[in-house]
């Protein structure tokens, strides 16, 4: 008997809203490599709302159980729904997730690990895929009518608390470089962060906008203010209006995502991007009012950044996957650098210390976590 009922194929990409918004290409992409089918997106529950009413989407199934970084509640979500798989539940499974030996496929870029990791070429558009509805639209419009955002020339939105790691901003920093940066003419600022605080004329606090209505805020502005997180992705998504851009990024995270990299890898303009490694107060400010009073190109040509290759997140990878014994993961991170990159000297460099100082690493934390029980 010809089975003809559809496929049931099952996305895992729990979090967070940028790897997501990278991963509707995936969602995307399966339904054209499987016509029909019917795709559950398994999916944090504290970022679900990011792919409500995508199209590529049939359904989500929740996951409480797994917290960022946990390997071991993951591995066991992972044991889960390969035997589901097994029993007949799923076609197909595919994880793009960033936990475990997903790591290994990390290239320099958060959407390269994501797009990797699903197992076919992706021929759809990289866009992020997000779709808005008419009540959001109207929540933003509401919103900039009550602030009366028209009436500005200059209309920053500034994401200042990401939880990627990508920046190193504080409140009370960013909000003496507002009221700096508001006392240029016309000008106000909408800080977009889930802290809240008491709005002034042109200081205006946005986190009473759900994360998915910054995409619809985006029509309302002339230039934003990132640090490669979330809001900065949303910026890029079929929801938004793609803006100039000054990110503020910090060079020593964990895993580096410049969108000067990824843009130049996934096809999207540089031309309007400037970024800044150097996050000082008057570096900011002065690249700031000269894209304001003059023009965007020039303040690039002073202040633009270009974040230097570390391939600091080697050891990070190396160590990772050496503590489960994942010889095959470090082996594809090795082959997937070099042919990115080539064979650059810095990364053998790094990558032989991380091999060499992975037994001394690996015993210090060993007892630091001893004495932290105690």
């Not at 019917?38 to 797994?66: G, R, S």
């Not at 889930?194 to 042109?202: V, Y």
């Amino acid at each position: 008997m010809i089975n003809n009922d559809p496929k049931k194929i099952l996305l895992v990409q729990l979090f967070s809203n940028g790897d997501c918004l990278y991963a509707t290409a995936v969602a995307r992409q399966i339904k054209t490599n499987f016509p029909g089918s019917h795709l559950t997106w398994a999916i944090a529950d504290f970022c679900q709302d990011i792919i409500d009413l995508n199209p590529y989407v049939d359904a989500k199934l929740i996951v409480t159980e797994v917290k960022k970084n946990d390997v071991a509640a993951f591995r066991k979500l992972r044991k889960r729904f390969y035997k589901e798989k097994k029993q007949g539940k799923w076609d197909e499974v595919f994880i793009t997730l960033n936990m475990d030996n997903n790591q290994a496929l990390y290239d320099g870029t958060i959407r390269g690990m994501i797009l990797r990791a699903y197992p076919f070429p992706i021929t759809v558009p990289f866009q992020p895929v997000l779709v808005l509805s008419e009540e959001e639209k109207k929540r933003v419009a509401d919103f900039s009518s009550k602030h009366n955002l028209s009436r500005f020339k200059n209309i920053i939105l500034w994401e200042y608390a990401p939880q990627s790691g990508q920046s190193v901003l504080h409140f009370d920093f960013v909000m003496k470089l507002s009221q700096r940066i508001t006392k240029l003419t016309s000008t106000c600022i909408v800080l977009s962060s889930a802290r809240s605080f008491q709005s002034t004329e042109n200081i205006i606090d946005a986190s009473s906008l759900t994360v998915r209505e910054n995409a619809a805020l985006t029509h309302y502005c002339n230039l934003l203010i990132g640090c490669s997180s979330g809001l900065t992705w949303i910026s890029t998504s079929s929801a938004a209006r793609m803006l100039p851009m000054v990110q503020l990024l910090n060079p020593l995270t964990a895993f580096i995502n410049a969108p000067s990299v990824d843009f130049k890898r996934y096809g999207s303009s540089t031309e309007k991007l400037l970024e800044i490694i150097t996050i000082e107060e008057e570096r900011i400010y002065n690249c700031i009012k000269i894209i304001l009073q003059k023009s965007f190109p020039e303040a690039k040509s002073i202040y633009n950044e270009e974040l230097p290759l570390q391939f600091n997140t080697t050891r990070k990878v190396v160590y990772n996957m050496l503590c489960y014994l994942q010889f095959g993961a470090v082996a594809k991170h090795f082959s997937i650098i070099t042919s990115v990159y080539g064979k650059h000297p810095l990364f053998f460099k790094k990558f032989a210390v991380a091999i060499v100082t992975f037994p001394f690493k690996l015993a210090s934390n060993i007892i630091k976590k001893k004495i932290i029980r105690k």
